[in-house]
């Protein structure tokens, strides 16, 4: 059986503003991937769920039959459950995929942890942003 515990996070600097993703995937408490991804500019939510999405597809790619994924984004959490219904036109077509790619898997949990138990993934999410901003010319802004 193949296990993973991920852990998702995505930033914004600005709402919407220059956006990054970090995820963290771990095979029996190992390090197995990290991702740390500039995504251009999006809201806090679009970038959550660009996490989920490319984490979901890494873990396909690793061909995992169940997985837990963290996420500190309580608003994701709770839509992906059905809690939440997802009400923004923006977000309704990535609700989708995910919910098409959590399918994939025989079971998947999505949780919702709080801020200080996500902060790997919440550095590689900032640090995606951070390094496209100090790298580009015109300081990006």
Known sequence: MSYLEIYIDGA???NPGHS?????????GQILKRIS???GKATNNIAEYTALICALEEALL???KNLEINTDS???ARQISGVYKVRNEGLKCLHERAVRLLSGFEKALVNHIPREKNSFADRLATGAVKA?????PSGFR
């Open 20 to 28: 990054g993703i970090g995820i963290v995937i771990y095979r029996n």
């Open 62 to 64: 690793l061909k995992a």
């Open 37 to 39: 991804s500039y995504i």
């Open 74 to 76: 309580q608003l994701l």
């Open 12 to 14: 914004s600097k600005g």
């Open 132 to 136: 496209i901003i100090k790298n580009s």
